[in-house]
């Protein structure tokens, strides 16, 4: 996601080649990759302009659907961009899912809402080459200028006589064409668009809904045998010891296999691996094993440690400075009023419904990889390191992930798979239980924040100050676990310190859904909801106001490279929105509660408002969200886009409400959904949603609608019952 | 042990053990694999089946206890009337997104459509829901409705 930095210089990479500069990635993108396509080539069946468009002579249209699909729905909405600009009929037209091949298509990934972002242009010029050599194709086969033709989806016209030829009728002409240079072909005007902006349905739903083979964990291969594989219930332990004879001999069982390896949990770490003819058999001897662990870095380690030395570290000074502006110190001497508070957050488990697992076949040197990954390069690394074979001779399938929320994008199952398939000599999928899975997560971190902020004789805003308590190793944050200096009200008080103390931690941590963002937003957003209530000010208008004065100073200057920084002005009307919808101010029942809040994340700007009600007993029924957002121009696929908000939203109210990951002798405490809940359905609020288009390049969405709704539903508790939440999960007997 | 197990119509001779939970069966040995496993405990529903019409965790039942029971699965819910609309109103209202748990939730949903063809909110709200699950439901619910008028009307 965003902050991982392996991805964010991909990223990188791959915005240059697509824009030209760096060059090698860019010959690849474009340049025919078959036979089939070479230029010149007699009686063409088919017309392959570029890796990613297949058109046939009966006129069907295949497009490659480049990134891995873990629900996010970019199978469908990265193909509609080729589609939109190769001009042709949706309904005609085939996708299939690609391999991961980065010479061939750039950078394969699906993470930090990066899909959009990144191909918007690229994917929509892929498609115009396509247009645009069969244009040229019709245009020879008339001998007209091809700027008088012009296309109707599948086919060309000539607008003088009104001819036309069918895109299929074209194909042996456009596959001797030279194939033009991306950036100069013409894209068409928004108002032309026929595809893009239209609800399109996921490609995959039909083969959902009648329980086809798709996911990961549904690959069968010939002569596969099953395989668990059993790892030290410890962070980065090591096994030390374990009796395996009898469990070789039980029924069923092929083999079972002692693993070496690293301690570090994102390669192949040293366990029991049981490989049987079905995996409940594997499951029922790896169950039966006798192991015993060496003590890994963690051992020490609990939440509960972790906890008590936030409290001591509270009181001394930070040792990382992140950011200050003007004079915070004097600042708090001169206010008229100061608050301070302590906001907590929980390490938290992925728990994608469908565990790990992935299929390997290592055979003659050669690996092939069925996988649910989000990410699978580094997975190849991964394997190459591991096994010492070839990059070339790693071939990866990227399968249907039943979830990933930022979990897949660590590859340490594929490279388990594929190490027990070489001792097994047979493919073998290898499948994680629930428990394995909820114990070998890389969680979202645990944090605490204490806060300070201090109001001027008017109420108003002049000082504010976080103490951030982090973990991380030998003074360095843990993946996902730092805070930036951006993060708002940056900008919008004259006086602001952030700066953090780092807790020593093993516990593996790693984005997950809105990274980073899934927790500050809860702390940042609540605790200004509290320096609402200490000013006396509306929580809204405090909000504005905040907006409006960060949005009066001297934009910082965008980077060559990389992300535009946080516009304050672009968050002022979708705040105003998301006020409107939800009738902001209104009465509400007794024990009801309207909250707001909103937050920037992943270029997405996302302002919600829950109303909220509080039962006997602390019991919280969220009864309904609003959602505004702006997300750029176009929103490329309204009923994708729709079902990532919802999804997001509710992910959000799941994890206020429920989740927690305990940590105790360096080990997850919780096991399976009986105790990690998730949301259930009858929780589920309505959630309506509102667009705020605006004239910037349309962006992800697989996340940013996330991080507001945890403070908007404490937001609205305190507004329902005065109690104010300031650990999550939400337990309002504690409060 | 060898068993013989009913799956959507068809007799299934499989060879597994007495304890071998049903999802193992259908995923493993017979190789079905619409039916998911989610969590092994009954907690999510994703491995969900009917057992002679009957909503049932397969993660739970040992393939010892299936005896002549009819299972239908994922697969071979589209057989019946009330199952194909279920999955149409899913189709057309675009539900799933990953879709893991869409088997589970789909079985439940034609099981609740089965013995209660035109359910209240509440009705759905009890069985299983959130958002457009409540409106594939409730869009299925009419278009049975229709066709019930069709062939009675």
Known sequence: ?735 | MAYTIAINGVAHSVEADDDTPLLWVLRDTVGLVGTKYGCGIAQCGACTVHVDGTPARSCQIPVASVGNAQITTIEGIGDSPVGRKVQQAWIELDVAQCGYCQAGQIMSATALLKSNPRPSDADIEQAITYLRIRAAIKRASESLAQTMEIQHG
């Open chain 1, 1 to 735: 996601m965003a902050d991982t930095p392996a991805i964010t210089a991909s990223r990188r990479l791959v915005l240059k080649a697509a824009l030209g500069t760096g060059g090698g990635l860019m010959l690849c993108f474009f340049l025919p990759t078959g036979a089939d396509a070479a230029p010149g080539k007699a009686a063409a069946t088919e017309f392959t302009p570029n890796a990613f468009i297949t058109i046939g002579a009966d006129g069907k249209v295949t497009l490659v659907a480049m990134n891995p699909e873990m629900g996010q729905g970019t199978k469908t909405s990265l193909p509609m961009l080729i589609a939109e600009e190769l001009d042709v009929d949706w309904a005609n037209v085939h996708i299939v899912q690609a391999d991961s091949e980065p010479t061939k298509y750039g950078r394969q990934f699906s993470g930090g809402s990066r899909a959009t972002p990144i191909h918007w242009d690229q994917l929509r010029r892929v498609g115009a080459v396509g247009r645009a050599m069969l244009v040229a194709a019709a245009a020879q086969t008339w001998k007209v200028a091809a700027a008088v033709c012009t296309t109707e989806p599948g086919q060309v016209v000539h607008g003088a006589s009104g001819r036309r030829i069918a895109y299929g009728d074209l194909i042996a002409v456009a596959a001797t064409l030279p194939v033009p240079d991306p950036k100069t072909v013409a894209l068409k005007e928004p108002k032309d668009y026929r595809i893009i902006g239209t609800a399109q349905r996921q490609v995959d739903q039909a083969a959902i809904v009648t329980g086809q083979p798709l996911f990961g964990i549904d690959v069968r291969l010939p002569g596969m045998l099953y395989a668990t594989f059993q790892k030290a219930p410890a962070y980065g332990a090591k096994l030390a010891g374990a009796d395996i004879a009898t469990q070789k001999a039980a029924k069923g069982v092929h083999d079972v296999y002692l693993i070496d390896g690293p301690t570090d949990p994102q390669g192949a770490v040293s366990g029991i691996a049981v490989v049987a003819g079905t995996w409940w058999a594997a499951q029922k001897a790896r169950l039966a094993l006798q192991a015993t662990w060496a003590d890994g870095p963690s051992r020490s380690q609990s939440s509960e440690h972790f906890h008590a030395q936030a409290q001591e570290l509270s009181k001394q000074p930070p040792t990382m400075p992140i950011r200050k502006d003007g004079d915070p110190d004097a600042a708090f001497k001169g206010a008229a009023k100061v608050i301070e508070a302590q906001y907590f957050y929980p390490f938290i488990s992925h728990a994608t419904l469908e565990p790990q697992n992935c299929t390997a076949s290592v055979k003659d040197g050669k690996v092939e990889i069925w996988a649910p990954t989000q990410n699978p390069e580094p997975g190849r690394d991964l394997i190459v390191r591991t096994l010492k074979v070839k990059p070339e001779d790693v071939t990866i399938h990227m399968m249907r992930c039943g979830g990933g929320f930022g979990r897949r994008l660590s590859n340490d199952y594929m490279v388990e798979a594929a190490v027990i398939a070489e001792r097994a000599g047979v493919p073998v999928k290898l499948l994680w239980s629930r428990e394995d899975d909820m114990a070998h997560d890389f969680y979202r971190p645990a944090g605490y924040h204490f806060f300070k902020a201090g109001l001027d004789g008017s109420g108003r805003l002049i000082a504010f100050r976080d103490h951030f308590i982090s973990i991380g190793m030998n003074g360095k944050f843990s993946s996902s676990a730092n805070l930036a200096p951006e993060e708002f009200p940056a900008f919008a008080v004259p006086h602001l310190e952030f700066a953090a103390s780092i807790m020593q931690s093993a516990v593996p941590t790693g984005p997950m859904r809105a990274p980073r963002s899934n927790a500050l937003a809860f702390a940042f957003q609540s605790f200004i909801d509290e320096i609402a209530a200490a000013s006396g000010a509306d929580p809204l208008a405090l909000r504005l106001d905040l907006l409006k004065a960060a949005a009066a100073q001297p934009k910082p200057a965008a980077p060559a490279q990389g992300d535009p920084p946080f516009d304050a002005a672009r968050m002022i009307p979708v705040v105003q929105r998301a006020a409107d919808m939800a009738g902001w101010g209104r009465q509400v029942p007794k024990g009801s509660g309207l909250g707001i809040a909103f937050y920037f994340s992943h270029l997405g700007y996302f302002a919600e408002v829950v109303e909220a009600h509080v039962g006997g007993k602390g019991a919280v029924k969220v009864d309904k969200v609003w959602v505004a957002a702006d997300i750029g121009s176009q929103v490329i696929n309204p009923s994708g886009a729709m079902n990532q908000v919802q999804g997001a939203v509710l992910d959000g109210i799941s994890a206020a409400l429920h989740q927690r990951i305990t940590v105790k002798d360096g080990m997850t405490v919780q096991r399976n959904f009986d105790d990690y809940p998730l949301l259930r359905m009858p929780e589920a609020p309505e959630v309506e949603v509102d667009w705020v288009k605006s004239a910037n390049s349309p962006t992800g969405l697989g996340e940013p609608a996330l991080p507001p709704v945890l403070p908007a539903l404490c937001n609205a508790i305190f507004a329902a019952t005065g109690k104010r939440v300031r650990s999550l999960p939400i337990d309002l007997t504690s409060v």
